[in-house]
């Protein structure tokens, strides 16, 4: 668990790593590969060990050099089974399905299942691999498939949540070894994508289209090894982006494709974070840093997650922690995730103010958040939570940050090198600090005493915003501290609106 003493503005500059999501189908992908590949800036994550064992099971040797780069080589092509005790620990080893059928032409794969996201149903998948001949039939939760020959042809593949990312790597992947041409319509934009069919034509492949819904793709008959760097995280420098803000502190975020981010930047801006891009190239796409200033006034958006271009799903859970902090009421939808809202009870545990209706929550900005025991239940709602956790006043616990490992290098460490205080320790309740802790026989008499809360408040009938001071009733030994700053209004007999 992490052991955090929240509430000091971050300071200093920090490197974001190389992308997860697009690490994943691309280390999947050295299985249709004729010779070594060796991959750039993959990022040491649980994840990448996890589907790095599984390779291991299908015959991929894989090992770090010592300048970090991961060389991955097929020792033995005879494995097609991807095994449930391996599948189940990440559900994205289902992106070993197309390479797998794409070169061995056979593949036994565990269906993954869902997990605290959502359902997360594969038929996408199966319904572009049957259009390109693939006999499949699913039994004893095994998709068991098998292709005696692959044919190009015209598949459409959204759904009723829009494309799928790794549904249309699995394609791309049996469409790029296939017979003649295949084309695919709603095809994911994201740039993992893009950057895995930039791989695949490395290898040799023929795809046209990356990084729009229509992609194009020439079958070849075999594809070689081929060196490649894999594209910066654009979840983690958004993370990043977002502690920045909801500490008011001063970073720089480096290694960062502008573009990647613009729905993340735009949304930023709007809520009033002050964002730099420096040292941009001339091509759009061309890597960069970002600079976050303290902002003056955080206010309340709208925010819904969609598909590439739109603004992240897996950044939905940390830009609820930073609105919890936003003046106004801000509404996030998750039209990807419906469902992806776990984190919402954690963070009403910290002090924000959140209504869920649906696939819609209701944030209404509080002034501050204050430090509890929280469990994180999926990757990014634990970012939420250790973001609200270092804005938070006093000590914050989140507990199970394995789900954090799954796809943060060592977060704490890049935030603490920042000026944050995030300890790991181990989950035992004499880690957790004393101000978190409330005896049974004695409970402690300040918890009954609530502390002067400065709220935003708009007052129409009395012209303009001010910032105003409610204090709770007197209680007995508790001195009200002064602040010349702060008007005193009281609210008795007003209704602000
Ligand atoms: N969907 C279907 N049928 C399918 C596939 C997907 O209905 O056959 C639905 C899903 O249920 C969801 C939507 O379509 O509602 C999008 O799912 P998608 O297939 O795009 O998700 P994924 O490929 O399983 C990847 C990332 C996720 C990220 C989503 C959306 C990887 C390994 N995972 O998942 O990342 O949230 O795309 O962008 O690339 C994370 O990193 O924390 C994470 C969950």
Do not use: W
Not at 17 to 32: F, Q, R, T, V
Not at 127 to 152: F, N, Q, T
Request: charged share 20%; glycine share 8%.
């Amino acid at each position: 668990m992490f052991v955090i003493e929240g509430g000091k503005p971050l300071n200093g500059r920090v490197r974001v790593s190389g992308a997860k999501n697009a690490a994943l189908p691309i280390m999947a992908a050295s299985i249709m590969a004729d010779g070594p590949v060796t991959l750039r800036d993959v990022p040491d994550l649980v994840d990448v060990r996890t589907l790095a064992d599984l390779l291991e099971t299908l015959g991929v040797r894989s090992d770090r050099a010592v300048d970090g780069s991961l060389n991955l080589q097929v020792v033995d092509d005879s494995c097609i089974v991807a095994d449930y005790e391996l599948v189940r620990r990440m559900r994205a080893s289902i992106c070993v399905l197309g390479p797998l059928l794409a070169r061995r032409r056979r593949a036994i794969v565990s269906l993954p299942g869902g997990c605290n996201i959502g359902d997360r149903p594969i038929d996408l998948h199966l319904k572009g691999l049957r259009a390109l001949g693939v006999d499949i039939r699913v039994e004893h939760g095994y998709v068991i498939a098998e292709a005696s020959r692959l044919r190009g042809t015209n598949i459409f593949l959204g759904g009723s949540f829009g494309s799928t990312v790794t549904g249309t790597c699995n394609v791309l992947a049996a469409a790029a070894l296939a017979e003649g041409v295949t084309t695919i319509e709603s095809a994911a934009c994201e740039p993992e994508v893009a950057d895995f069919g930039r791989f695949l034509n490395a290898m040799g492949a023929r795809i046209e289209g990356l990084g729009t819904p229509f992609l194009r793709i020439e079958g070849v008959d075999q594809l070689s090894g081929a060196e490649h760097s894999i594209i910066p995280d654009r979840i983690e420098a958004a993370t990043l982006l977002i502690a920045a803000a909801m500490t008011r502190g001063q970073v720089t975020v480096e290694n960062v494709c502008p573009t990647h981010l613009s729905a993340v930047i735009e949304k930023l801006r709007e809520i009033g974070v002050p964002l730099f891009i420096e040292s941009q190239g001339e091509d759009a796409t061309s890597l960069a840093d970002i600079r976050v200033e303290p902002a003056e006034r955080l206010t309340a958006t709208v925010c819904s997650a969609l598909a590439y271009p739109g603004l992240p799903t897996d950044v939905q859970a940390q830009f609820m922690s930073l609105l919890s902090l936003c003046e106004g009421n801000s509404v996030v939808t998750d039209k990807v995730f419906p469902d992806r809202f776990m984190h919402v009870p954690e963070l009403v545990r910290l002090g924000a103010q959140i209504y869920r209706e649906g696939p819609s929550a209701i944030v209404s900005g509080v002034v501050q958040l204050r430090g509890a025991c929280v469990m994180a239940s999926d990757l990014r709602a634990s970012a939420a939570l250790v973001l609200a956790g270092i804005a938070a006043k006093g000590h914050t616990v989140v507990r199970r940050i394995y789900h954090l490992d799954r796809g943060y290098d060592r977060l704490e460490e890049r935030l603490n090198s920042l000026g944050a205080n995030v300890r790991r320790v181990t989950d035992i309740v004499e880690n957790v600090p004393d101000s978190l802790k409330l005896s049974h026989t004695t409970p402690s008499a300040a918890m009954f005493t609530s502390e002067p809360e400065t709220i935003s408040a708009s007052f129409p009938t009395t012209g303009g915003d001010r910032r105003i001071r409610v204090d709770p009733p007197q209680s007995a030994g508790v001195e009200q501290p002064a602040d010349s700053q702060i008007e005193k209004v009281d609210l008795s007999g007003t209704r602000p609106e």
